[in-house]
């Protein structure tokens, strides 16, 4: 039986568990992020104030923790491994319980989302006791996602509870519900920014595929003059007349062909800045939908506070 084992994220372990990634969670990374697996599992590692390792029989087969997010009390788990995972799911599921525990201690909440097509990790999320929520599109291609989370234990108040409890309980509510909306414009303003540089990536990724495009058509020109050039010596050096007949074709057709490997190598750059540019459109859009939502939920909070009083928190909805 394979000895399974937490220990600290080194980044040592980043090769090992990109390398073996598996399918599901290399595709809900390119879908949050547009990143691959080394990329993804290194900036997660960057940004994690909790990370760990599973190790089976020494070797990772996976990388977890809790990320730091804008909000001091929310933090952001996340995991991403190989088969190894599914493999070693009840060993595995036994060492995660006290991690997640640690996680809620440095925590008040945790919150992310999952790929609604990763009905692996929708599973293991489950069986950890998250809470998940309804699929919405999220991250640059607009696919579905399962916003979760998982809140600290509150303590459980007597049962004799007074009036001047029940007023001052009434109170807090009402503070709640400004603190939910407050969070829920924070967090749409946080997306906005994030589709906001996506938008800039994707200009900047065009800008760059035509650089290069352009560089690979000089490229090619220049290996086609040193082609015609070549041909041209030979052609001499046999006393072939190099202004008519055969020899004057041949040189023609070396052009042509370099001339068309360059013009290919410029058609794929601008394909592909087109491709990025409108990316960057869409992006440009989600910024501006998602800060549209941030104004709908101040609106709510707003609508709700004047007609029902401390029942505002109800108004919010998920304002995930």
Avoid at 96 to 105: E, G, S, T, V, Y
Avoid at 179 to 197: E, G, L, P
Avoid at 234 to 262: F, H, K, M, V, W
């Amino acid at each position: 039986m394979a000895r399974v084992e937490v220990a600290a994220a080194r980044l040592e372990h980043i090769a090992p568990v990109a390398a073996g990634m598996r399918a599901a969670d290399r595709d809900e990374a390119w879908a949050a992020s547009l990143t691959i697996p080394d990329e993804a599992l290194r900036r997660s590692l960057a940004v994690s104030r909790l990370a760990w390792a599973g190790l089976e029989d020494g070797r990772p087969f996976c990388l977890f923790g809790a990320a730091a997010s804008p909000w001091p009390r929310i933090g952001v788990p996340w995991l991403l491994g190989t088969d190894g995972v599914e493999r070693n799911a009840t060993a595995f599921l036994r060492r995660n319980r006290p991690l997640i525990a640690r996680m809620l201690a440095e925590f008040e909440i945790l919150r992310n989302a999952v790929d609604a097509r990763n009905t692996v990790s929708i599973r293991w999320l489950i069986r950890l006791g998250f809470t998940l929520h309804p699929a919405r599109p999220l991250g640059p291609l607009g696919l579905s996602f399962h916003p979760f989370e998982m809140r600290r234990p509150m303590c459980t108040p007597d049962a004799g509870i007074t009036a001047a409890t029940t007023l001052a309980s009434t109170a807090m509510s009402y503070m709640g519900a400004s603190q939910a909306n407050d969070i829920a414009q924070q967090q749409a303003a946080y997306q906005a920014q994030i589709d906001s540089n996506n938008q800039v990536i994707a200009q900047q990724n065009a800008q760059a595929a035509m650089s290069q495009a352009n560089a690979q058509a000089q490229a090619d020109r220049e290996a086609s003059a040193q082609k015609v050039a070549g041909l041209r010596a030979q052609l001499a050096a046999n006393g072939i007349d190099l202004g008519s007949g055969s020899a004057l074709a041949g040189q023609a057709d070396l052009a042509d062909q370099g001339e068309l490997t360059a013009e290919t190598a410029l058609n794929a750059g601008q394909n592909q800045a087109n491709q990025d540019l409108y990316q960057a459109g869409l992006d440009a859009n989600q910024a501006t939908v998602t800060t549209n939502k941030a104004g709908l939920a101040n609106d709510k909070y707003l609508i709700g506070t004047a007609f029902q009083g401390v029942g505002t928190a109800q108004q919010l909805g998920n304002y995930f």
